[in-house]
């Protein structure tokens, strides 16, 4: 099939309904395997496609890479559609991609190529293992990824005050369970999941495991580094000694025992002394009268001296 309009060369702008978006998933969902598919309801005006409800394919040609439109899908979507959204259009399809990514295969471009070739409609891809989801729509001849995506809710603007409904409890005088959703971006892609409060808690106890862990890790370089200083380079050990001041030994202060006995004087020197000492003296006596005895002493040749004469 050819397309019924002329094309565009700026990407449309694309409204969804936050039912159908929670419907598509909820069909994605239930088979977690194997590739579901549905098409999309809505309104196209001027480039701006609003989607407000959604049908399923149901008798559709599932498998795990792909899915494919059958007679009796087709026969399924136009009775719902007819009873249901008489006024609507069909604005585009949707399919889910279980773990392989939001993109366009070459059969999924086959699909939007043959039986979805009008300006106005949109293909919406989501993955129910990754909770990722994208839309892809006709700019000029070419089939791109829509980056102006609005997902609308219809019961906006009610008064917080005006639902009448009491939070549900999980137990009996249990606190409710808090939900937070989040959203991711990588890229171009955006992923939009909820955070349940037992995946919080998970993810505080591994962040607190991978901080002891870092913690253990530093210390037990920190350990390997002052080993391998310690054994591998050199030491100096100090031992306290005493001097003592009058004989110069070296005393262990710790034990009290000499460590070096003190310097002995040379022999040789003392012998030279003692040798002078003695020459000096009998040279020094030689001076006088040898053979003279002293005063009081007995002449050795048996004579008396003069002053042994009467």
């Not at 579901?36 to 701006?48: A, E, F, K, S, T």
């Not at 959204?85 to 939007?112: A, M, N």
Request: with cysteine.
């Amino acid at each position: 099939m050819k397309p019924k309009a002329k094309m565009s060369a700026t990407q449309p702008t694309l409204a969804v309904d936050s039912e159908v978006v929670r419907q598509i998933r909820q069909h994605a969902r239930s088979s977690g395997k194997t590739e579901v598919c549905g098409v999309l309801i809505g309104q196209d005006r001027d480039r701006r496609i609003e989607v407000a409800a959604c049908i399923e394919g149901q008798n559709a040609d599932e498998a795990g890479a792909h899915v494919t439109f059958t007679q009796d899908t087709w026969g399924h979507i136009y009775a719902v559609k007819d009873k249901k959204y008489p006024d609507e259009r069909i604005v585009g399809w949707y399919h889910s991609h279980p773990g392989f990514g939001i993109f366009l295969s070459d059969h999924d471009t086959f699909i939007h190529k043959n039986f979805f070739s009008s300006p106005g409609q949109v293909a919406w891809v989501f993955d129910p293992q990754s909770d990722e989801e994208g839309c892809f729509g006709w700019v000029g001849d070419r089939i791109e990824r829509l980056t102006r995506i609005a997902v609308v809710d219809r019961r906006g603007g009610e008064p917080a005050e005006g639902s009448g409904r009491s939070e549900s409890v999980s137990g009996e005088g249990a606190d409710p369970v808090p939900e937070r959703v989040i959203a991711r971006r990588e890229g171009a892609r955006i992923k939009i999941g909820r955070l349940e409060a037992d995946e919080s808690a998970d993810r505080d106890d591994s962040a607190l495991e991978r901080l002891v862990f870092q913690v253990f890790f530093y210390l037990a370089v920190l350990a390997v580094g002052f080993s391998l200083a310690y054994f591998v380079f050199p030491r100096m050990v100090l031992v306290p000694v005493m001097l003592d001041q009058r004989t110069g030994q070296l005393i262990d202060a710790r034990t009290g025992e000499v460590i070096a006995e003190p310097r002995q004087p040379d022999s040789g020197s003392t012998k030279g002394n003692a040798s002078g000492s003695a020459a000096g003296s009998t040279s020094g006596n030689s001076g006088g009268d040898a053979s003279r005895p002293e005063a009081g002493q007995p002449d050795p040749s048996g004579k008396k001296g003069d002053h042994a004469k009467p």
